[in-house]
Each structure stands twice: as structure tokens, then as C-alpha cells.
């Protein structure tokens, strides 16, 4: 199960103990297998002996640690005798395993070359808290999912290359007297070599555990080889799949304005659009996956996107979280090319706009361009406060905009459950509409 800090507070704290475990795990699986079978470091036994010592001390810390954390489960937070006691059940005897110094027993304590070679690999039992970690740092949300998943990904093809090389010198598949650098260089070839599938054959199995070692290498090789062809297709098509829809969206679109015999420019419009749409990254159908959430998630969201435009408008400050989220659920987001003219002077307005990116121009039929409106602004609000009253100003795209909408009706129906709120309302709007009318010169 995965275990998460339950407070914000301690977050940081244990998510960077958690990566300097995992960090020193894996680097005791490269280590120590290294360490007993090749013997990089007979000849400095003092720092041998400090980095096994030392690594393994952080991992047991880590244990006792662990013993006093709480810990948050698919079924809740757990928290001291609880929490222990899930520990206990799950990775504690892993955990226990993998972090004694298997380095040092096996090279001061077992006879060097012994059949006890082997059990330095004991300390990959570590490796089990190291995949859940990576499991959730996959699964954790990122624009960078597809580097994630391939870094991982190569960290554990790494690890498996590693390891059965060191394997094969334990077996004595590499000619004795050779320096380390050499003897692994040989044996990393002949693991690389069998699990690609590869099997040149130069480096052959002489006695029966290396017979027995080879066949277990091979099946190994079979499966991670099947691995890779799989995890590489599939991050490849991930990758694509996104930009494949989108060609094949264009290529639709641009059929059908061919078949309607549209205009060059009105195509080029078009496409532009779209254009913006992908690079924005609002053409990857982002309301469906928030339609798809629970409606006080959906409000949520809404209420983080907008909360900073609609704190701006002043019929709207003071509201409290219930009036805003009934607005927001409605709010619909709308994109316009530049020179699209968004509101018509003399039209009935039904809707307000609040500028999420972008900027638009206000246009006086009298006096030309009177305001220029940007990200965080908004305009088209007196259609609220008196829907009868025509529009005073023509309101046009400057660049590529993204407007979030509210309509007449929606803000209707929170006057009507509103009581107080609409009292608020009808002062602003007296004063709004008095303003707009002195400046129209008709006060």
C-alpha cells in the first residue's frame, strides 16, 4: 500500500528522507554485489568497511524512523500502534533484510569465493520500498510523465544488467586473474549480450552452475526483452497520441472547408485557431475530464482558476464561497481570434466576460478605442445588472483571447437564492448604470 506524511508541514521533510533511502538503497545494490564479487576495494578495507557501515546505519535509522511515522492508506490515515502494526505487516521485513551490512559479513567474516558469495545479494531487498516509490513518482501528475516513466524505466534495466554480471563473475564465468575494471567490463558484455538475446557466444558456460545460471539469464532476457519492445512502444505511442488526434482533426477540418469551398482567409482563420488552441494546450479536451469529476471537485477547480478575476469585479466582492461557486459551475470558457468583435454596440446583452488570457479592445462608436482590457479584467457586466439596456461600446479582440462566460440567467437565479447578495447587487448596479449614463451624456 502507499504510504503518504499525513500534514502539509511534514511533506517536505519526509519526501526528501524517502529519496535519500531510496538513493542509498540502490546504491548498495550496485555496491555491494560489485564490492563481493569483483573486489574493487580489497585493498582499502577502512573505506569499505565506512561506506557498507555508514549506509546501512541510515537504513536502519530509517526503520526506527518508520515506526513512529503515521502513515495515510487506501482506507485512512493510521497513526501510532496502527500504524506500527501495518508496517510491520508490509515492508518492515524487507526493510530489516536489505539494510544489514551484507558487505562486510560476506568479505571480513565468510571466506572470499565461498558459495556464501550470494548472500550479499540479500541486500536487495531494499529494492521493494525503492519500486513502490518509483511506482507513485510515475503515478504522481507531471507534464513530464513520458521522461519519468523512461528514466525509471532505464534506472531498473540498469540495475538487472548490473546485477547478472555480477552474478556470472560469482559463478565464475570470468577467467580468473584479470584486474576488476576488466573482469566487469567482460562480464557487463556477457550479461548485455544474453539478455538482448543476443548470444554471440564468445563467452560460454564451462561447469554446471554456469550452465544453470545461463538458462535462468536467458528466460530472465526473454521476459525484459519483451519489456522493453513493450514499454518503449507504448511511451511512443503516449507521446503521439495527443499531436496523432490533432492532425487527424485538421486533416477533417481541412476536407470539409475544402468540400464548402470556403475562402483562403476564412481557412487561414480557422486554422490559426486551432493552431492557438493546440500550443495554449486548451485543445486537449480539458472540459470533458472536468466534466467527468465529482460536481464540488468540479466547483473547486472553477473557484481556483477564477477566484482572482472574480475578485476583481465589485458587485461580486464580499460574496461568499457559496454564491461564487454557483456562478463558477456555470461559467463557460470561450476563445476569440484577433479582430473578432465579442460584444456589438446597441445589441441586448445576456452575458459578462472575465479575461482569463489575452487582450481586447473597447470601442466607442464616437471616440474610437476608449479602454484596452487585459488578463485579470473584465467587461459586459451591466448586461447583468440590467438586461434591457443596450450595449454601449463595441468590445473586440485584440489578440488571441480566453474568456470565461456568465449569463444573465445563471446570475438571475443567484439574485433569486441570494436575498442579501442581491441587495448588494442592486446598489452596485444603481451606481454602475448612473456612471455608465454620465459618461454616455445622458445624466
Not at 443596450?390 to 488571441?400: E, M, S, Y
Request: charged share 20%; aromatic share 10%; net charge positive.
Amino acid at each position: 500500500m502507499k504510504e503518504k506524511p499525513l500534514f502539509k508541514s511534514e511533506s517536505r521533510f519526509w519526501t526528501g528522507w524517502d529519496w535519500t533511502v531510496a538513493v542509498v538503497a540502490i546504491f548498495r545494490s550496485v555496491e555491494i554485489p560489485a564490492l563481493v564479487t569483483l573486489r574493487f576495494l580489497d585493498f582499502h578495507p577502512r573505506i569499505e568497511s565506512l561506506l557498507n557501515l555508514s549506509a546501512s546505519a541510515l537504513l536502519l535509522a530509517d526503520i526506527i524512523l518508520r515506526l513512529q511515522r503515521s502513515i495515510q492508506t487506501s482506507r485512512g490515515p493510521l497513526h501510532g500502534a496502527a500504524a506500527r502494526k501495518h508496517y510491520l505487516r508490509t515492508f518492515f521485513a524487507f526493510d530489516l533484510v536489505g539494510s544489514i551490512p551484507w558487505g562486510v559479513i560476506c568479505n571480513r567474516l565468510l571466506l572470499p569465493g565461498s558459495g556464501w558469495t550470494f548472500v550479499a545479494f540479500l541486500c536487495l531487498f531494499r529494492l521493494a520500498r525503492v519500486a513502490s516509490l518509483s511506482r507513485d513518482f510515475i503515478r504522481t501528475p507531471s507534464r513530464f510523465f513520458i521522461l519519468r516513466r523512461l528514466g525509471i524505466f532505464l534506472l531498473w534495466i540498469g540495475l538487472v544488467v548490473h546485477l547478472v554480471a555480477c552474478g556470472w563473475v560469482a559463478v565464475g564465468g570470468i577467467n580468473p586473474g584479470l584486474p576488476p575494471g576488466r573482469t566487469y567490463i567482460r562480464a557487463l558484455y556477457w550479461s548485455v549480450t544474453t539478455l538482448s538475446t543476443t548470444g554471440f557466444g564468445d563467452i560460454t558456460p564451462k561447469t554446471e552452475p554456469q550452465m544453470i545460471y545461463t538458462m535462468l539469464a536467458m528466460i530472465m532476457g526473454a521476459g525484459l526483452y519483451a519489456t522493453v519492445i513493450a514499454n518503449i512502444a507504448s511511451l511512443i505511442t503516449r507521446a503521439d497520441t495527443a499531436r496523432a488526434a490533432f492532425d487527424e482533426k485538421m486533416e477533417r477540418l481541412h476536407t470539409l472547408m475544402k468540400y464548402k469551398k470556403m475562402p483562403d482567409a476564412l481557412q487561414r482563420r480557422i486554422f490559426d485557431y486551432h493552431q492557438y488552441l493546440w500550443k495554449s494546450g486548451l485543445g486537449h479536451d480539458h472540459e470533458t475530464l472536468l466534466k467527468e469529476l465529482s460536481p464540488a471537485l468540479r466547483r473547486s477547480v472553477g473557484l481556483f482558476l477564477n477566484h482572482h478575476i472574480l475578485e476583481q469585479v465589485p458587485m461580486l466582492k464580499g460574496a461568499n464561497t457559496a454564491i461564487l461557486h454557483r456562478l463558477i459551475s456555470n461559467l463557460h470558457t470561450v476563445v476569440y481570434t484577433p479582430g473578432d468583435v465579442i460584444i456589438h454596440h446597441g445589441e441586448t446583452g445576456t452575458n459578462m466576460y472575465l479575461i482569463n488570457r489575452g487582450e481586447v479592445e473597447v470601442l466607442d462608436p464616437q471616440q474610437g478605442c476608449v479602454a484596452t482590457l487585459r488578463e485579470g479584467e473584465y467587461f459586459g457586466e451591466l448586461a447583468l445588472l440590467d438586461p434591457e439596456r443596450p450595449r454601449q461600446a463595441d468590445v473586440v479582440a485584440k489578440t488571441f483571447c480566453v474568456l470565461s462566460m456568465i449569463d444573465a440567467e445563471t446570475f438571475t437565479l443567484v439574485l433569486r437564492k441570494f436575498p442579501e447578495f442581491a441587495a448588494h447587487v442592486r446598489q452596485v448596479a444603481a451606481r454602475r448604470l448612473a456612471e455608465s449614463d454620465q459618461r454616455a451624456g445622458r445624466s
